[in-house]
């Protein structure tokens, strides 16, 4: 007796299996008839790719990003199995459309298939809850803030907003319980409601068939197998062709920098929810429900109504009225989806912000590389003096100064630009011109400095005036630009500093005038000196007391209590090297 034979004799699998493959379609086989199997077969991807990462992630706030990171980067083969789930899932919800759409068209809703088209409906806000629970399941800053939004939509749901709220989020804030919540609802809740769908919907083909498209033969009708199963199959292979090649291009599927609460970050949620994103935009504030809960209410009554307003068949002309709010709802939310990736492209801030994001992605990767610390990722990001300095420099001087892109629009600072800051061309655009917007000229310290190469306002003192000559220019920004790389600079530029600046400025704490406000010259600009200035402007060690004065209303403030040393010595570092367009420091090897 064969294998097949026994197992036939023990559990019968050949008469159904052959039920199946003889299954009639009325009209032939087509590619209208292709969709379910593929979404079928698809789904399968998506059970043993998930299966595969469930192995390898650790669903916590503390472990989640690090954990998708070694899938991604580091386990044998672990990007392509997260490409093929990640993309799988996208290419399901476009499946599952198409199929609904088919159904729509071919009016294959009609009695005695109702329940079909409401399953097929079913799945595919199944599949939408699939999307809304995993895309948060990385824990980096596009799950994170995608799902604050997400979950704070559906807390201003009437009735059971909050407590949907909770539930999804399991309490005050995003965290921990989050993870795990919206982890169990994908990998256990949604997959067997899914399942059942499936049995129903299989349920429901073998008792009702396929159902021909208008205008089919009825005389025509053609087995399952092997026509429209190979369509079936072809589609499927198309499909994961496409997989493979989004994933192999993607190394995987993207993954942002660790989630951090307390970051400045331009959300923007997947493609397939952007047309509600964009519909918002039409309904602000207490009209916001009309968008969130309104009009997504309405067009899912609509298609759950469907088969008893089209109820009469025809040909697709004559059943248009039924049908032309689906084309609308279609056009409407691929021109919605359109239009917010249009607005974005051209939105320059929005663009600075997502190059921000890549920067910031590609030095946790970088840090990833040496090592997560058992408090997780997003405490690897704060402990990165680059990360942190910059974090700090965003949240305590950039209200004020800009320094490259970062601050204030340029005709709104309140503080030098600190681009070129300790630079030769920074001292000399000073000297010559101190008094500029992009200097002190919007600050409390305006014309206070006199320029070295223009000639005063005052007509008596303007007689007076010398313009220094370029080559001592030249020499003090040269002796300035030492000062800040550590250096003692040359003896010549020190002599002109004694001879020209001291009238007003230090140099070693002596000048010729002792109530003058202008700084120390000796190591100005110097990592220690720019610690300085942070701890307390007005220490002597940067600017003097002078600095601190009630007459000048806006000057910096100190920042030696609400900054810990530690964070005032990489704030400073970081000022330093970003000021003077040095790259990035490197991550330090772990031993």
């Given at each position: 007796?064969?294998?097949?034979?026994?197992?036939?004799?023990?559990?019968?699998?050949?008469?159904?299996?052959?039920?199946?493959?003889?299954?009639?379609?009325?009209?032939?086989?087509?590619?209208?008839?292709?969709?379910?199997?593929?979404?079928?077969?698809?789904?399968?991807?998506?059970?043993?790719?998930?299966?595969?990462?469930?192995?390898?992630?650790?669903?916590?706030?503390?472990?989640?990003?690090?954990?998708?990171?070694?899938?991604?980067?580091?386990?044998?083969?672990?990007?392509?199995?997260?490409?093929?789930?990640?993309?799988?899932?996208?290419?399901?919800?476009?499946?599952?459309?198409?199929?609904?759409?088919?159904?729509?068209?071919?009016?294959?809703?009609?009695?005695?298939?109702?329940?079909?088209?409401?399953?097929?409906?079913?799945?595919?806000?199944?599949?939408?809850?699939?999307?809304?629970?995993?895309?948060?399941?990385?824990?980096?800053?596009?799950?994170?803030?995608?799902?604050?939004?997400?979950?704070?939509?559906?807390?201003?749901?009437?009735?059971?907003?909050?407590?949907?709220?909770?539930?999804?989020?399991?309490?005050?804030?995003?965290?921990?319980?989050?993870?795990?919540?919206?982890?169990?609802?994908?990998?256990?809740?949604?997959?067997?409601?899914?399942?059942?769908?499936?049995?129903?919907?299989?349920?429901?083909?073998?008792?009702?068939?396929?159902?021909?498209?208008?205008?089919?033969?009825?005389?025509?009708?053609?087995?399952?197998?092997?026509?429209?199963?190979?369509?079936?199959?072809?589609?499927?292979?198309?499909?994961?062709?496409?997989?493979?090649?989004?994933?192999?291009?993607?190394?995987?599927?993207?993954?942002?920098?660790?989630?951090?609460?307390?970051?400045?970050?331009?959300?923007?949620?997947?493609?397939?929810?952007?047309?509600?994103?964009?519909?918002?935009?039409?309904?602000?504030?207490?009209?916001?429900?009309?968008?969130?809960?309104?009009?997504?209410?309405?067009?899912?009554?609509?298609?759950?109504?469907?088969?008893?307003?089209?109820?009469?068949?025809?040909?697709?002309?004559?059943?248009?009225?039924?049908?032309?709010?689906?084309?609308?709802?279609?056009?409407?939310?691929?021109?919605?989806?359109?239009?917010?990736?249009?607005?974005?492209?051209?939105?320059?801030?929005?663009?600075?912000?997502?190059?921000?994001?890549?920067?910031?992605?590609?030095?946790?990767?970088?840090?990833?590389?040496?090592?997560?610390?058992?408090?997780?990722?997003?405490?690897?990001?704060?402990?990165?003096?680059?990360?942190?300095?910059?974090?700090?420099?965003?949240?305590?001087?950039?209200?004020?100064?800009?320094?490259?892109?970062?601050?204030?629009?340029?005709?709104?600072?309140?503080?030098?630009?600190?681009?070129?800051?300790?630079?030769?061309?920074?001292?000399?655009?000073?000297?010559?011109?101190?008094?500029?917007?992009h200097l002190f000229g919007k600050t409390p310290f305006k014309e206070m400095m006199?320029?070295?190469v223009k000639p005063p306002a005052d007509p008596e003192a303007a007689e007076m005036?010398?313009?220094?000559?370029?080559?001592?220019?030249?020499?003090?920004?040269?002796?300035?630009?030492?000062?800040?790389?550590?250096?003692?600079?040359?003896?010549?530029?020190?002599?002109?500093?004694?001879?020209?600046?001291?009238?007003?400025?230090?140099?070693?704490?002596?000048?010729?005038?002792?109530?003058?406000?202008?700084?120390?010259?000796?190591?100005?600009?110097?990592?220690?000196?720019?610690?300085?200035?942070?701890?307390?402007?007005?220490?002597?060690?940067?600017?003097?007391?002078?600095?601190?004065?009630?007459?000048?209303?806006?000057?910096?403030?100190?920042?030696?209590?609400?900054?810990?040393?530690?964070?005032?010595?990489?704030?400073?570092?970081?000022?330093?090297?970003?000021?003077?367009?040095?790259p990035a420091k490197a991550p330090e090897k772990k031993p």
């Amino acid at each position: 007796m064969s294998l097949g034979d026994w197992l036939d004799e023990r559990i019968g699998y050949r008469e159904p299996l052959r039920r199946l493959l003889d299954e009639p379609v009325p009209g032939g086989a087509r590619l209208a008839h292709v969709w379910g199997g593929a979404i079928a077969l698809l789904l399968l991807v998506e059970a043993v790719t998930g299966v595969l990462l469930m192995s390898a992630y650790a669903p916590s706030a503390t472990t989640a990003w690090s954990s998708v990171a070694h899938i991604n980067y580091t386990m044998s083969a672990g990007w392509l199995v997260r490409g093929l789930h990640y993309f799988g899932a996208q290419a399901l919800i476009v499946l599952v459309a198409i199929h609904v759409g088919r159904m729509a068209i071919h009016g294959a809703y009609r009695k005695p298939r109702e329940v079909s088209w409401f399953l097929a409906l079913g799945l595919l806000g199944v599949l939408l809850g699939f999307a809304f629970t995993g895309n948060p399941l990385p824990w980096d800053q596009d799950g994170y803030w995608g799902a604050r939004v997400e979950t704070g939509i559906a807390g201003t749901i009437p009735v059971v907003g909050s407590f949907v709220q909770q539930l999804l989020v399991g309490g005050p804030a995003l965290g921990h319980m989050t993870v795990t919540r919206l982890y169990s609802a994908h990998v256990f809740v949604l997959p067997a409601i899914t399942a059942l769908l499936l049995a129903a919907s299989f349920a429901q083909l073998r008792r009702h068939g396929f159902a021909p498209p208008p205008g089919a033969d009825p005389a025509r009708a053609d087995r399952f197998y092997p026509k429209q199963l190979g369509m079936i199959l072809l589609v499927a292979a198309v499909t994961l062709v496409v997989l493979f090649d989004l994933a192999a291009v993607e190394h995987g599927a993207p993954l942002e920098s660790p989630a951090d609460p307390i970051s400045d970050y331009s959300a923007r949620p997947a493609w397939y929810f952007r047309a509600l994103f964009e519909l918002r935009k039409f309904f602000p504030g207490s009209l916001e429900l009309i968008a969130t809960v309104g009009v997504p209410g309405v067009c899912a009554l609509y298609l759950a109504l469907l088969p008893f307003l089209d109820k009469k068949p025809g040909p697709l002309r004559a059943r248009l009225p039924a049908l032309a709010p689906l084309f609308v709802i279609g056009l409407a939310a691929a021109g919605l989806t359109a239009k917010s990736f249009i607005v974005d492209a051209r939105d320059e801030d929005f663009q600075r912000a997502q190059a921000a994001a890549s920067e910031r992605t590609e030095r946790a990767l970088a840090l990833f590389k040496q090592g997560v610390p058992p408090e997780g990722a997003l405490a690897m990001l704060r402990n990165d003096p680059e990360t942190r300095g910059e974090d700090l420099y965003k949240k305590e001087c950039a209200s004020c100064h800009r320094l490259g892109d970062l601050g204030p629009p340029k005709d709104k600072q309140t503080a030098p630009d600190l681009t070129g800051f300790g630079t030769k061309a920074w001292a000399l655009e000073v000297m010559k011109d101190p008094d500029a917007d992009h200097l002190f000229g919007k600050t409390p310290f305006k014309e206070m400095m006199p320029s070295m190469v223009k000639p005063p306002a005052d007509p008596e003192a303007a007689e007076m005036f010398t313009a220094m000559k370029e080559a001592d220019l030249d020499a003090i920004a040269t002796f300035l630009e030492a000062q800040a790389r550590g250096e003692q600079g040359s003896a010549a530029g020190e002599k002109l500093v004694r001879q020209r600046c001291t009238s007003c400025h230090r140099l070693d704490g002596k000048t010729d005038d002792d109530e003058s406000a202008a700084p120390e010259l000796r190591g100005w600009a110097s990592v220690a000196w720019i610690e300085a200035q942070i701890t307390n402007p007005g220490s002597g060690k940067a600017y003097p007391p002078a600095a601190m004065s009630k007459d000048l209303e806006g000057h910096m403030p100190a920042f030696e209590e609400k900054l810990s040393a530690n964070d005032r010595k990489i704030l400073a570092a970081w000022v330093y090297r970003r000021g003077r367009g040095e790259p990035a420091k490197a991550p330090e090897k772990k031993p």
